[in-house]
């Protein structure tokens, strides 16, 4: 064999040594690139369900709220009422004393 069909055979491997060493860092790139976007997903995943955790208090908050308010409002409702009921009551103990059947 000639020297130069001798090199020349050498370098084809070497070559395709290259080619798929170029090819095998352009995979693991693309790999970095996946797993570094899985990071972020997995990171606003992590935020998101913060956030909900937070949101699903306030709505406990104001169910609480609102069930006070709704007690209160009940407990006027019956004031109003049993005031009523007295001063309706009240003219007809003024005028005789006894209440009017």
Excluded at 73 to 98: T, W
């Amino acid at each position: 064999m000639s020297e130069k069909k001798r090199v020349q055979t050498q370098k084809e491997p070497q070559e395709d040594l290259l080619s798929s060493m170029n090819h095998l860092i352009q995979r693991i790139d693309t790999m970095v690139s996946l797993f570094e976007e899985a990071s972020k997903q997995v990171t606003q995943a992590d935020n998101m369900e913060d956030r909900i955790n937070d949101l699903t208090k306030q709505l406990e908050m104001l169910l609480e709220q609102n069930k006070q308010i709704a007690r209160g409002l009940i407990l006027l409702e019956k004031y109003v009422r049993g005031r009523s009921k007295l001063e309706s009551m009240a003219p007809s103990f003024a005028n005789n004393g006894n209440p009017s059947s």
